[in-house]
Nanobody
Framework: VQLQASGGGSVQAGESLRLSCVVS????????MAWYRQAPGKQREVVAR???????AYADSVKGRFTISTDSAKNTVYLQMNNLKPEDTAVYYC????????WGQGTLVTVSS
């Protein structure tokens, strides 16, 4: 399974972005995918995750603003990010939940105030 995240960029606070992650190999993995992020000087943290048994969960800091979704026809998992805040600035990664695959390059999101 290979992962390719994209869609990052530089935006102003309050704006939106949608990140995409193409999951090569099989759409089976879409049900156990998650988005993570790592801000400068901080540890990587889970932002949103899908699990086969527990549904969808979000970090408290993004609840109500971020939405994880999938498109099985495109083998893609998305992260819709609305009302972005400067503290959302980070490199965003996709991986399994838990993250058992090699980390890809991620996609940088920069939010300015």
């Amino acid at each position: 399974v290979q992962l390719q995240a994209s869609g990052g960029g530089s935006v102003q606070a309050g704006e939106s972005l949608r990140l995409s992650c193409v999951v090569s190999g099989s759409d089976f993995w879409l049900n156990v995918m998650a988005w993570y992020r790592q801000a400068p000087g901080k540890q990587r943290e889970v932002v949103a995750r899908r699990t086969s048994g527990r549904g969808i969960a979000y970090a408290d800091s993004v609840k109500g603003r971020f939405t994880i979704s999938t498109d099985s026809a495109k083998n893609t998992v998305y992260l819709q990010m609305n009302n972005l805040k400067p503290e959302d600035t980070a490199v965003y990664y996709c991986n399994l939940s838990p993250p058992n695959l090699s980390w890809g390059q991620g996609t940088l999101v920069t939010v300015s105030s």
